[in-house]
């Protein structure tokens, strides 16, 4: 009986990952797949035009000079990420309806080498997201920011359907060629953080605007390793806050009323020596 769970167990973990592969993964360049085509199979034209979707949209981000910094494999696989494939198999059949129709299109222009027609674009975010409202799949690239050079930057995308948008924020660990979604704002896991918020700054609330992230000092063995997190500033309160891994945050300063800053550890200290 064992046997047979880990056994049906380990089918449907290969299963699952064998699900989050696509056929055409290793070719890294738009071109290079897109005039691979002409042999292109039915049965393959899914992970194809997937592919190709997320390619041209990575190259379009690495254009810009201020992106230079993210390597091509890193800005892929955030691409990839954001915008997870969609099986036919798993679409309504309003959607498999429009994307069969689309499919038709794009054979036109594939077989044409057509590649830059916007119309063809069009479609291409059609077929991979047939209701428009699965991907954000606007990213700007003027919005990208280096927080931190070569290590934290922030992207905000789009969805253009329902004209909402979502801001992320990537630590890129260069050696690796890999990165890490995190969030800058503290979970509610943090109850000490909180508490040491409510204490200092009753019902404060964090800004929708991207905030500044800075080293600590290099020279202090132990602040070296902290990142330090200013929000944007509303008005005339503000805080600072730190942390070592994105995850475990610490207060350290605060400002009311435009006065100027308070470091809470020097209060706590002074509270400590008396």
């Given at each position: ?7 049906f167990a ?200 991207v905030p ?57 200290k002074s509270?400590?020596?008396?």
């Amino acid at each position: 009986m064992m046997n047979k769970i880990l056994l049906f167990a380990f089918a449907f973990i290969f299963s699952f990952g064998s699900a989050q592969k696509n056929k055409f993964e290793d070719v890294m360049n738009s071109k290079k797949l897109a005039y691979a085509f002409k042999d292109l199979k039915d049965k393959d034209k899914e992970d194809f035009y997937q592919q190709y979707f997320w390619l041209i949209k990575s190259e379009e981000l690495k254009k810009y000079p201020h992106i230079e910094g993210i390597r091509p494999q890193v800005l892929y696989n955030f691409i990839r990420e954001i915008n997870p494939q969609a099986p036919t198999k798993e679409l309504s059949e309003e959607d498999k309806k429009i994307r069969e129709d689309t499919e038709h299109s794009l054979n036109q222009y594939f077989s044409k080498r057509d590649f830059e027609n916007p119309v063809m674009i069009y479609n291409l975010e059609s077929y991979v997201d047939p209701s428009g409202r699965k991907y954000f799949t606007e990213v700007n690239p003027e919005r990208v920011a280096e927080l931190l050079p070569k290590k934290l930057y922030t992207f905000t995308s789009r969805n253009k359907k329902e004209n909402k948008q979502k801001t992320y924020y990537l630590y890129i660990d260069q050696k690796k060629n890999d990165y890490e979604m995190i969030e800058l704002i503290p979970s509610e896991k943090n109850k000490k953080f909180y508490e040491a918020l409510k204490l200092n700054m009753g019902d404060y609330k964090f800004p929708n605007f991207v905030p500044t992230v800075e080293p600590g000092d290099r020279k202090d063995e132990d602040d070296r390793n902290f990142y330090y997190i200013t929000p944007f500033q509303v008005g005339n309160d503000n805080i600072m806050y730190r942390t070592k891994n994105f995850e475990d945050y610490e207060l350290v300063k605060v400002k009311k009323e435009g006065a100027a800053w308070v470091d809470l550890r020097k209060s706590e200290k002074s509270k400590k020596n008396k």
